[in-house]
């Protein structure tokens, strides 16, 4: 064991400070203040116990660490950073680490026989830091100073400690995840003060009675502490043993937004300003740039993909997430796969996406230009009573903002064509439809095509 101390040399230019290691019994005999030597009496602890005795086990831990373990590699990718909160015996670190390619995991707890077993198990593991002492209810976590993480799991630790405990994890766990990363919390919970089934409500008991402050939370109460400090719940995944790993995200305070690509596309697609979009930007919405249309298909091709099997659902979440969804399901899509039967893939699952918008008002809460792009797929549609609702909804923006008059006017054009043919007749060599006669004919004239 080494200990990294700071030294003072005197030479010819006077004293000159320096860092350097040393062996832990070499500090041992330095003449130094007692919070020194309390550590140098811990870390000695430390290194006696990993050279002897085994490490804690829990059975528990062995029994959940698999099905943990397959919730996580979901939410992170090989080489993110996780921070585990409550490490415990070490095993979920030594077990996960390499399994699931962090690039570091760090480990943090409060007990000394805890830190100890951690560093037993792990130390031989290079993804794996040392173990740090850090006390969760004390929401700094001055050990972690300067670090950033992926994400924050903690396993089976809200419960048998006090509240303070669970709102410190909220407010550090927010302050060390960077935009987007993950918080995940895996334990058992309670739902409004109703605990299922009796062996969690027996639990319940035996944990108040040995000590009055701990007990397991209700997730309402658990949801609502996180959104105070910016963590969006994103889902509750059922485990064995009537336990749940419940997965928050960290908003990024600039957008607004959980995911970083939500807020790229809306960057990208609005200039940065949806308020005041520059003429160019707007120009480029409706035309043809091949150009533009590669950008996007490497900045998001594989974010549309996602968006197509409901993969990113969760953006709805928020109004301008919902509203990035939108615009990848029913814009970047036709840009991306232009001129193929791909590029209207999306228009069912955004026309879902707007019903719901409108029925939570949620387009009161965005930018007039931002209101119009998340209107767009009902104009699309090709079905005659979401050509009713457009007409209603691109109605009411020109009402609210004069700038939107011509935009109805176009809604009024393409829901006369989708009542006349029950559908766009331009698209039908796009998607290999025979047109009719009729339609033939109406292809032919100026303005049968947007």
């Given at each position: 064991v080494l200990f990294r101390a700071r030294t003072t040399a005197v030479r010819d230019t006077g004293e000159v400070d320096g860092v350097r290691w040393v062996p832990l019994d070499e500090v041992a005999a330095w003449e130094t203040d007692d919070s020194v030597l309390r550590a140098i009496a811990r870390l000695t602890r430390w290194r006696d116990a990993v050279a002897g005795a085994p490490p804690r086990h829990s059975p528990a831990a062995a029994r959940n660490a698999a099905p943990i373990q397959a919730v996580l590699a979901e939410v992170?990718?090989?080489?993110?950073?996780v921070l585990e909160l409550g490490a415990g015996t070490g095993q979920h670190a030594a077990s996960m680490a390499d399994s699931l390619e962090v690039g570091r995991w760090i480990p943090v707890e409060l007990d000394?026989?805890?830190?100890?077993?951690?560093?037993?198990?792990?130390?031989?593991?290079?993804?794996?830091?040392?173990?740090?002492?850090?006390?969760?209810?004390?929401?700094?976590?001055r050990a972690l100073e300067g670090?950033?993480?992926?994400?924050?799991?903690?396993?089976?630790?809200?419960?048998?400690?006090?509240?303070?405990?669970?709102?410190?994890?909220?407010?550090?766990?927010?302050?060390?995840?960077?935009?987007?990363?993950?918080?995940?919390l895996y334990g058992p919970f309670g739902h409004g003060g109703t605990l299922v089934p009796e062996s969690n409500a027996a639990?319940?008991?035996?944990?108040?009675?040995?000590?009055?402050?701990?007990?397991?939370?209700?997730?309402?109460?658990?949801?609502?502490?996180?959104?105070?400090?910016?963590?969006?719940?994103?889902?509750?995944?059922?485990?064995?043993?009537?336990?749940?790993?419940?997965?928050?995200?960290?908003?990024?305070?600039?957008?607004?937004?959980?995911?970083?690509?939500?807020?790229?596309?809306?960057?990208?697609?609005f200039g940065g300003d949806p308020h005041h979009p520059s003429d160019a930007v707007r120009s480029a919405w409706f035309r043809k740039d091949p150009a533009a249309d590669r950008a996007w298909a490497e900045a998001h091709e594989a974010t549309v993909d996602r968006a197509l099997v409901g993969a990113l659902d969760?953006?709805?979440?928020?109004?301008?997430?919902?509203?990035?969804?939108?615009?990848?399901?029913?814009?970047?899509?036709?840009q991306i796969f232009r001129d193929t039967p791909r590029a209207f893939a999306g228009d069912p699952r955004a026309v879902r996406l707007v019903r719901d918008a409108i029925g939570q008002d949620e387009p009161a809460s965005l930018a007039p230009w931002e209101h119009q792009f998340l209107l767009m797929p009902l104009m699309h549609s090709e079905d005659?009573?979401?050509?009713?609702?457009?007409?209603?909804?691109?109605?009411?923006?020109a009402d609210r903002d004069e700038r939107f008059a011509g935009t109805f006017d176009y809604a009024v054009r393409h829901a006369e064509i989708v009542r006349r043919f029950g559908r766009y007749p331009h698209r039908n060599a796009t998607l290999g439809r025979v047109s009719?006669?009729?339609?033939?004919?109406?292809?032919?004239?100026?303005g049968s095509s947007f």
């Open positions: 992170i990718e090989p080489g993110d950073v000394d026989d805890g830190l100890v077993s951690v560093a037993h198990r792990t130390h031989a593991i290079d993804r794996v830091d040392p173990p740090r002492r850090v006390d969760l209810s004390w929401a700094p976590w670090e950033t993480a992926d994400l924050v799991y903690c396993a089976n630790v809200i419960h048998i400690a006090p509240r303070a405990v669970m709102r410190g994890l909220m407010a550090g766990a927010a302050a060390r995840l960077r935009p987007g990363g993950h918080l995940a639990f319940d008991a035996d944990l108040r009675a040995r000590n009055p402050r701990w007990g397991i939370r209700d997730l309402e109460e658990v949801v609502l502490e996180a959104s105070r400090h910016g963590l969006h719940w994103r889902r509750t995944v059922p485990m064995p043993a009537n336990n749940h790993v419940v997965l928050f995200r960290r908003v990024d305070p600039r957008t607004g937004l959980d995911d970083p690509r939500a807020g790229d596309v809306l960057q990208r697609w969760g953006w709805a979440a928020t109004p301008r997430g919902r509203l990035a969804l939108v615009i990848l399901l029913d814009q970047i899509t036709r005659r009573g979401v050509q009713d609702l457009a007409l209603a909804a691109f109605r009411d923006l009719t006669a009729e339609e033939e004919a109406f292809l032919t004239q100026p």
